[in-house]
């Protein structure tokens, strides 16, 4: 299962040392298993990936983990992005700017989160 490589989707990260370069190419390899299907989820954790604050540990490898975690989005939203989620244009430019980061959620408070904001007629609440 790729997720167990992700920090932000494995709530057992704690217990085990993933290389920043192992979760860089999940991040990719999650991007192709979901290509176009703009899974709301995923759209949410890849944004919030992007924008997240390099820690000590992986600080050598933001721009690379950053790099992968925005091909994955392309790939993700690939034919439905700007039509289903209008946002992430927005939100892509305002990370360039170097505008305030939104906090992002760790592990299983995200998938928790996510939920909170999902209206049950969504396809991705289930």
Known sequence: C???H???LNH????????ATVQTTALIA??????GTCHTFLVEMLMGEISRAPTDQHAAHRSSYAL???IALGLVSLGKGLV?????????????????RERM?????GYSSFRDRCQP??????
């Not at 999650?30 to 290509?35: E, L």
């Open 12 to 19: 057992t990260a704690d217990d085990m040392e993933v290389p």
């Open 68 to 70: 992968g975690a925005g």
């Open 105 to 109: 959620h760790q592990r299983i408070e």
């Open 121 to 126: 007629s969504d396809p991705a609440f289930k």
């Open 30 to 35: 999650i991007g192709f298993v979901r290509q």
């Open 84 to 100: 289903q989620r209008p946002n992430i244009a927005q939100r892509l430019l305002a990370f360039m700017n170097g505008e305030r």
């Open 6 to 8: 992700v920090e932000s």
């Open 2 to 4: 790729l997720s167990m």
